[in-house]
């Protein structure tokens, strides 16, 4: 059984505050997503990473997947309000019968 | 174009009741995917479909939830003799690429 650890659990802080995310798992994954779900909406796609090592950007988030495939980060640079939500990680491995693994998430809360 | 819709948005039901939540999936999207999800937690999956066949039931509670998808399309998930511990946030995801799922709005299930 393939499985994600996500940390912290929970995160508060000041809007224009730095916060970095992580997913962790000892299993090797073919590639990572990465969601957000705001209050009553279902998650909604942020990027997917494929290569270890790669970085890749959407505005002022900071996605990167770990060498081995096995881990990835999200760091958001001065966070704001509309920011808040649950992150979720998700690992898909193609042999594991086309199912994603979802990490617990991470909720964040940025405060005015 | 259409994203993933479900319905009813919101279902209220008596104990021992039955009940059904539908899932229109995105066009030409072969993978849909039922998830669980209860108050500030992550996703539990259900089930998994790829065009109408299900490589992976493993995740249903119990004998009392199913579910089927006809023409590759909709999907319904029926819950029978619903019990209180049921309540929860029913999510339908589906995808082209099995990795990327894109999600509808969930089904708010309450049983009282």
């Known amino acids: 059984t393939q499985l994600l650890e996500q940390s912290p659990q929970f995160l508060s802080i000041q809007e224009g505050e730095n916060l970095t995310v992580y997913c962790n798992s000892s299993s090797v994954f073919s590639s990572l997503q990465w969601y957000r779900q705001e209050p009553g909406e279902g998650p909604v796609l942020l990027v997917t990473?494929?290569?270890?090592?790669e970085v890749k950007k959407l505005k002022r988030l900071t996605f990167q997947f770990g060498d081995a495939r096995k881990d990835s980060s999200l760091h958001i640079t001065a966070a704001q309000p509309g920011d808040t939500g649950l992150y979720l990680c998700a690992g898909f491995y193609y042999t594991n019968a086309g199912k994603s693994t979802f990490g617990d998430g991470t909720t964040l809360t940025v405060k005015p | 174009g259409a994203g993933v819709s479900q319905s009813p948005s919101n279902k209220v039901t008596e104990k021992g009741k039955d009940v059904e939540l539908r899932c229109d999936p995105i066009?030409?999207?072969?993978?849909l995917y039922w998830y669980r999800q209860s108050l500030g937690q992550g996703l539990e999956f259900l089930i998994y479909f790829q065009g109408n066949s299900a490589p992976d039931k493993s995740g249903l509670p119990s004998d009392r939830f199913s579910a089927e998808r006809t023409g590759g399309s909709v999907s319904t998930l029926t819950i029978q003799r619903t019990q209180q511990e049921d309540s929860a946030v029913y999510l339908c995801?589906?995808?082209?690429?099995?990795?990327?799922?894109?999600f509808g709005p969930g089904t708010r299930l309450t049983v009282t």
């Open positions: 990473v494929v290569t270890g090592g």
């Open positions: 995801a589906s995808s082209f690429q099995t990795y990327e799922q894109y």
């Open positions: 066009s030409g999207h072969t993978a």
